[in-house]
């Protein structure tokens, strides 16, 4: 079923979310379907029930051009916009006679206006269109058009960032029913079409997942501190009597002061506080936001219900409806915080189809952080819907002129780097096709790259790639525990040239061999001046060493023996990190590709000021996005990105899209046993193993169909699935390249 760009309606003055309500007779009910699209969010009833239990749709996206001009970084181009809608079965909801489709409408995306520190995001007053077509003899088609009845909801205040305000006395019970009376609503007021393209939503919508009893910690009568025991994204839910025009107020943040009262450093600040407002009506009630969600561990409530039951308050968390398809566990208690920080806090981060940086503060979906954790996100959770979703936004936000890739998609703003940043128009979709095995989405993508990849061209000097847009951010890595040491240009043709290499590989899967000689040619072009400009031969080494960048270096081949024995013996002398968010990544990556297991476990569980155990031992429960930087959100996926290398090194899972799957675990010293499992596009594969005192047991499974092969010791081993194989212990694995 299609929705067409038409049929628009909307309120005729700015408020804080309406009810739309459209009436229609029928002689009895049939099959029907009905499409809708309601920016920013809304809810939709036919005949008093709610027809979905998502929340916080239709997912995000570009909707059509606005003026950028006043952004924070001076953006310019022109993109593709593209706006969503969804599709329900409707006939079971419809009766013979009178029926309703009754719509509440709130901001979103698309009417935020209260934060504008990345500038003015606002693409306008929100707006509804819907068509229900019912088949069968009757073949009726209705349509929102300016028929409609309109009121404003009890909903006054709505925004993302700093929440809702709900005045329940102006509450209209029944208002969804087809009996209500209608006729002192004013008419709804027609509006034109959007230059955008109408798709169909095949991305999982948010939903309400699980909910939290929370702890109090304090409580003088007037005001009390709850803490849910978790950091998360969703919202407190409030069930009692609230009296008439009494109000309630919860405050949300991350952390407490050391005197126990909300910090709301690392949120937003006190400028942006993240709250709920509710004043009564004298009614029992069960209240919570509607358009927004809020990120946090504590919350502050002023004021008191006057009944309630034994829990009055519940945590609910929300994120879009994608599963844990993995699982972990070993040994080491630094390990296993991380993998379940790293779940929970990602889980934190996917709303409204994107997957964002943080869910409190920025909430953006940052290109650089996505390519980041592509391959960590689809290794763990079951996101390709999502993420085939979100490539879509990827290539809506690239300028089809200079062939720019924004800092964030659907595109809000927001700095970056031009290659670290828009390296996500290859390595997302590269890792889409390996999980997924998905080559249209590589068919779809080719061109673009190779677009990008000309903008990288005219942002470089000598080879180098050395600038973004004028006036904006140029980032290399970022957020290093200390000042940021390598050059900028370094970091920005290093992922050029990765780039490079996997387009070229792109290309070889798309039997384009012209562009895959020609792509590989131009890398290594670029890698003889990245070596010219930063390689010391005298001290061989790149950079100076600094912040990993032997490690890049090494990443795309330009690494020798005594390179990597050197940078081995550097970290493994360290017992934190140096690194940022992507040399963090890089350097795990590479000690364990090179054979240098140990330092990589070594620096996983190391317990320096920048370290993730440093982090577990404050009792954290989510991912932060600095080490040290009390200031920055304590909810950020973007370091977990090396948790990928729980299940590709430590337990040995080589899944590159393949039925074939070899098995080539990294054995450490201190790490006693370990089990986990991936799920890919074929099943299940489980691996687990167990150090005896000689020897080392290890059980492997997978689903039928999937064919394991396990190296350890020097020996190469079929798998039969579910039978244990016992091997002599030996004191590490061989190196080994893949």
Known sequence: MKLENKNWVQSSRSCGASYFRKSFQIQKPAEAAIAICGLGFYELYINGRKVNSDCLI????????????????????????????????????????????????????????????????????????????????QEVTIVSDETMRRHNSEVTFNNLFFGEKHDLRLKLPGWQSPDFNDSLWEPAVSVSPMETVMCRSDCPGDKMIRTLIPKKLFDDGKRAIYDAGENLSGWVMVTGTLEDGETITIRHADELTPDGELDFISSGGEEQIQTTEYIGNGRMETMCPKFSWQAFRYFEVTGRLSESGDTPFLCAVVHTDVAQTSAFRCSNETLNWLYEAYVRTQLSNIHCGVPLDTPNRERLGYTGDGQLGARTIMLTLGVKRLYRKWIRDVLDCQDKESGRIQHTAPFQGGGGGPAAWGAAIVEVPYQYYVHYRDIQILKECFPAMLHWFEYLENHSENGLV???????????????????????????????????????????????????????ATAAKKKEVLTAHYYSPKDNTYCGGVQAADAYAADIGLANDAMLHILNEKYASMNEFDTGIFGTDILIRVLFRYGYAQTAYHLLTADGPSSFEKVRRTGATTLWESFLDPKESKNHPMFGAVTRYLFLNLLGIKYWGDREISIIPDIVDGLDYA??????????????????????????????????????GGRKMRIVPGEKVLIELVSSSPAFIF
């Not at 979103?108 to 269109?129: A, D």
């Open 58 to 137: 239709p997912v995000t996206s570009d909707y059509h051009p606005r003026d950028i001009s006043g952004f924070l970084y001076p953006m310019k181009g022109t993109f593709t916009h593209r706006t969503y809608y969804d599709v329900y079965s409707a006939g079971e909801y419809l009766r013979e006679g009178k029926n309703v489709i009754a719509v509440e409408l709130g901001n979103g995306w698309y009417n935020q206006k209260e934060r504008i520190v990345e500038g003015h995001q606002s693409f306008g007053e929100p707006r509804l269109t819907f068509r229900l077509e019912i088949a069968g003899e």
């Open 466 to 520: 050395v600038s973004g847009e004028p006036g904006g951010w140029c980032l290399g890595d970022w957020n290093t525990t200390k000042e940021i040491l390598l050059p900028v240009p370094f970091v920005n043709t290093y992922f050029y040239i990765k780039s490079l290499q996997t387009a070229s590989e792109i290309a070889g899967i798309l039997g384009m061999t012209d562009h895959m000689q020609l792509l590989a």
């Open 675 to 712: 089990e986990g499992k991936i799920t890919t596009i074929y099943g299940t594969i489980e691996v687990s193993y167990v150090k005896r005192e000689k020897e080392i047991e290890f059980l492997i499974n997978c689903s039928e169909g999937i064919h394991p092969t396990l190296h350890y």
